[in-house]
C-alpha cells in the first residue's frame, strides 16, 4: 500500500525534475572528534569508516574545518585506506580560520587527489548573515583560483538558494550546492508532515538552482544535511525526537529522496556526547549530541539500508 509519506514525495517532487534517472548518492556529515571530546587520527577516522560501509553501504562523508584537529592530515589517508571519499570544509567566517583551512587543504589534498570529492566554502553562512552571496563567491573563487582541478562550492540552509540570497553563487560559477533542510527545525513531527515539509524545501531549492542556471545539472546539487535526533534528544515545537521517529524520517524521507535521483547527507553518522548544552531558536534548552545515526561507540541505532 502507497503510504502518506510516498504521496507527499510524489507530490513535492512531481513539478521538478531530479538530478538523474539513477539513484541519488548517500553521504555522512562526520566530527573531528572522539566522544570525549579529544581529536580524532588516522585510526579513528578508519574505524569510522568501517561503520559506515558495514552499516549503510556509503563511501563518502563530510567535514567542515579541514584544520580543526588537523582532519585533514589524518581523514585523507584513512579515507585512501578504507575506499573512501570526502569533501573538505573550509570555515570561511573568520579570517583566520579561512586561511588556516585553505593552507591544510592545500597542503594535503594534493597528496590524495583520488580522496577529495569536492571543497566547501562555507556552511551556512548566508543563513547567518555573516556574508552577502556576492562576498561569500568571493572567497570560494579565492579557493577555486588555488584548486583548479577540484570542486569546489558551498553549503548553506535550503531557503537561501531558493529566495534570491544565495543568487551570486548561483550564478557565479561553483560548481556544487549543498542544500541543508530539516524538517525536524520547522516543528514538523514525523507522519504529520515532516515527510513532506522536506521534500518541498528540497524542491523549491533544487528548481530555483535550475532556473538560475538553466540546467538540471549545470551545478552538482546535495541536500547538505537532514536528520533527526534519536532518543535522549530534544524536541521542538511539534517535532518529537525519539529512536523511532528518527528511523521512520530515514526510511521514508532519507532514502525516498534517494530514490528520486537526488544526493543526500545524514547529519550526522555518530553521537557527538562531547557537545555542550545549547539553547535552541525557541529559547529552550536543546541537547544536540543524539543526531547520530550511530552511537558515539559505532554501534547502530536502527537500519542505514535503503
Known sequence: MRTAAAAWAALALAATPVLAANKGTLGFSLGTKK??????????YESDFDAIKSNSGSTLVRGYAASDCNAAEYILPAAKSKGFQVILGIWPDVEESFQADKAAILQYAPQYKDQVYAVTVGSETLYRGNFTGEQLMEKI???KQSLPNVKIGTADSWNKFADGTGDAVIKGGVDIILANAFSFWQGSNVGDGAEYTYFDDIQQALGHVQELTGSLDKIEFWNGETGWPT???SDYESAKAGTKNAAQFYSRAVCSMLNWGVN???FEAF???WKPASIGADGKAADETHWGAMTADRG???SLQC
Not at 35 to 44: H, I, N, T
Open 271 to 273: 553521537d557527538e556526547p
Open 231 to 233: 532518543d535522549g534528544g
Open 141 to 143: 573563487n579565492d579557493v
Open 264 to 266: 543526500v547527507f545524514y
Open 300 to 302: 547502530t541505532k536502527f
Open 35 to 44: 566522544a570525549d571530546g579529544s581529536c580524532k587520527y588516522q585510526a579513528d
